[in-house]
C-alpha cells in the first residue's frame, strides 16, 4: 500500500532563512510527487509537482523540490522565507495515470519568526 | 471565476443524523474529488466522480455516499453520523483528459458532530 511521511510535525524558521521540508514515500512504483501549502480557511494550494524528468523541479512563490528515486524521497525547499510562507505544507503522491487520487501525508506545520 | 465553491462552510450535526454537502467545481471541470481531513492530518481521498458515475473510492464505509449532477456539481452525503466523522471535507475538481493538469481544491466544509 502506498504511504507519504513528512518526519516533521512543525517547523519554526525566521524570516529571511532557508526552509527545507522532508517527504518520503512508499509507493509500488515511481509515483507522479506534489506539494500543496494550505493556509487557514483556505483549501489546498498546488506548489510544485514532479511527473518525470529533470528531478529538480521549480514551484510557485520560489519554492523548489528535489526527487531522489534511491531515497524515496522529495523535499521541498525555499531560499529565503517570508512571514507569508506560514502555512501548513502536505506532501502527495498519486499513481501515474489521470484519475488525480493522492495519497497525503500528515503535512508539516511552518511557522515564521520575525 | 469563482474556482471550486463549497457549501455550507460550517456545519454542527449530532449523532445519527445525516448530512450533505455541495461543491461547484471550476469551470470547464469535468471531475470532481472529495476528501476527509481530520484535525491534524492530511487529506484522505474519499471518492471521484465523473460523468455522474462513481468512478473511484477510497477506503470509507457505505454511510459515505455522493452525486454529480449533469452541470458536474456534486454533493457528498453521509448517514449515521459518527463522532470520527468531524472532520474538514474538501472537494477537487479538475478536467479528467488533462492528466494532472492541475487540481484546484475548495476552501472546505469545517462538520462537526456533537
Known amino acids: 500500500a502506498q504511504s507519504v511521511t513528512q518526519p516533521d510535525i512543525h517547523i519554526t524558521v525566521s524570516e529571511g532563512a532557508s526552509l527545507e521540508l522532508r517527504c518520503n514515500y512508499s509507493y509500488g512504483a515511481t509515483p507522479y510527487l506534489f506539494w500543496y501549502v494550505q493556509s487557514p480557511g483556505q483549501g489546498l494550494q498546488l506548489l510544485l509537482k514532479?511527473?518525470?524528468?529533470?528531478?529538480l523541479v521549480q514551484g510557485i512563490k520560489g519554492f523548489e523540490a528535489e526527487f531522489k528515486r534511491s531515497q524515496s524521497s522529495f523535499n521541498l525547499r525555499k531560499p529565503s522565507v517570508h512571514w507569508s510562507d506560514a502555512a501548513e505544507y502536505f506532501c502527495?503522491?498519486?499513481?501515474?495515470?489521470?484519475?488525480?487520487?493522492?495519497?497525503f501525508g500528515a503535512g508539516t506545520t511552518v511557522t515564521v519568526r520575525a | 471565476d469563482a474556482g471550486v465553491t463549497q457549501s455550507p462552510t460550517h456545519l454542527i450535526k449530532t449523532r445519527g443524523q445525516q448530512v450533505t454537502l455541495r461543491c461547484s467545481p471550476k469551470?470547464?471541470?469535468?471531475?470532481v474529488s472529495w476528501y476527509q481531513q481530520a484535525l491534524g492530518q492530511g487529506p484522505q481521498f474519499i471518492f471521484q466522480?465523473?460523468?455522474?458515475?462513481?468512478?473511484q473510492r477510497g477506503n470509507f464505509p457505505d454511510r459515505f455516499s455522493g452525486h454529480q449532477f449533469p452541470n458536474y456539481s456534486s454533493e457528498l452525503n453521509v448517514n449515521a453520523l459518527l463522532l470520527g466523522d468531524s472532520a474538514l471535507y474538501l472537494c477537487a475538481s479538475a478536467v479528467l483528459a488533462d492528466s494532472y493538469n492541475e487540481q484546484f481544491f475548495g476552501p472546505g466544509t469545517r462538520l462537526t458532530v456533537l
Open positions: 469551470s470547464g471541470h469535468d471531475t
Open positions: 466522480y465523473y460523468e455522474e458515475e462513481e468512478r
Open positions: 502527495a503522491v498519486g499513481p501515474r495515470s489521470n484519475d488525480y487520487k493522492l495519497s
Open positions: 514532479y511527473f518525470s524528468g529533470d528531478t
